[in-house]
């Protein structure tokens, strides 16, 4: 039998990942620190292990039980905004954690090592995104992914480790941690949304972002590495459609049944408009058509309407706290 690690695994991606890998077969072992996900995230079937891929020698434990076929690598903190306050942070655990896993896989042989980058790695002005544009990243976390990106070319160079890397963007759906202030806009505004409060938007709202739904994007991750043509690419995963902020919250009020209010906040450095193609995903993996966005808003929020509100979460170590948004301060809640 097939033997897969997924990291992240207790995570919004990484659980619907190791879903798809059951479905396939696999015998799956599940990574997770828990310090993001939630342990009713893991899928029924999954050897579950709690610890931190920052941790060298926790990380060689994953190998004791006996070696991997693939190892998935989805264990991060995404949040691409934040990422310039906390930077060591982000490094340590997006740079130095895949490195450590990296390490592992070139030791023990994996044939596969498939990796969740991000559209992070393009930065500004490159629209659309195509894998053929050379990154310009902007942000650390953006900087961090295509870091290993890199490492991954070079451990395939040096030590023959076979590799897929994906670049999924602005993924929502089940699962998704709607308590975590800094990321994940879709389930940000339903948490507000519930809790009776009116949807804060950084700037005019003009903002653009190709939604996509899990459903894009776990299945061709969980099935890529049986795919001989996937190998050492790189992979725009996603929606095609961007849709503005302004256009996703009357979405959201709509799909929970409530009149859209928005609050504005000042403007925060970010990309304005991230948008990409797919032809190339499509070309190798030959996906069903992608879920629009109002289906997969409606499902997501009757997901969200069933777990109720949730008490937004602090990040607890802001490194650098200057020219942070007023709305991420403390102060401001």
């Known amino acids: 039998m097939t033997r897969v690690l997924v990291t992240g695994v207790a995570g919004f991606i990484g659980s619907h990942v190791a879903d798809h890998c059951l479905k396939l077969g696999f015998d ?34 994953l190998w004791k039980g006996g070696d991997f076929d693939y190892v998935y690598h989805l264990a991060a903190y995404a949040a691409e905004g934040l990422s310039h306050f906390i930077r060591r942070y982000n490094y340590q655990t997006n740079v130095i954690g895949s490195v450590n896993l990296i390490n592992e896989s070139i030791l023990h042989g994996v044939s596969c ?27 650390p976390y953006g900087i961090s992914k295509y870091a290993v990106e890199l490492d991954l070319a070079a451990a395939h160079h040096m030590f023959g480790l076979p590799s897929i890397i994906f670049r999924p963007h602005n993924v929502y759906g089940e699962r998704q941690n709607i308590a975590d202030k800094y990321r994940n806009v879709i389930g940000i505004f339903m948490n507000q949304l519930l809790q009776g409060q009116p949807m804060t938007v950084f700037g005019d709202g003009l903002q653009t972002r190709a939604f996509s739904h899990i459903d ?25 459609q961007p849709h503005t902020l302004l256009t996703l919250a009357n979405e959201v009020a709509r ?17 304005v408009h991230a948008f990409a193609l797919h032809e190339k995903s499509r070309s190798v993996f030959d996906p069903p058509p992608p879920v629009s966005l109002e289906a997969g808003i409606r499902r997501m929020a009757e997901w969200v309407k069933d777990c109720g509100p949730m008490q937004p979460v602090e990040f607890g170590n802001i490194e650098v706290p200057i020219n942070l948004p007023p709305s991420w301060s403390k102060k401001a809640d």
């Open 28 to 61: 799956v072992v599940g990574a997770d620190d828990l310090s993001g996900g939630f342990i009713g995230n893991v899928p029924a079937g999954v050897d579950f292990r709690q610890g931190t891929v920052t941790d060298p020698e926790w990380v060689a434990s």
């Open 113 to 139: 090592f498939v990796f969740t980058s991000s559209i992070a790695v393009y930065g500004a002005n490159q629209t659309p995104m195509t894998e053929e544009m050379v990154p310009q990243p902007e942000d």
């Open 216 to 240: 894009d994007v776990a299945p061709v991750i969980a099935r890529s590495p049986m795919v001989p043509a996937a190998y050492g690419q790189a992979f725009n995963i996603g929606a095609d």
């Open 255 to 271: 799909s929970i049944g409530v009149e859209p209010e928005i609050r504005h906040l000042p403007a925060r450095n970010e990309v």
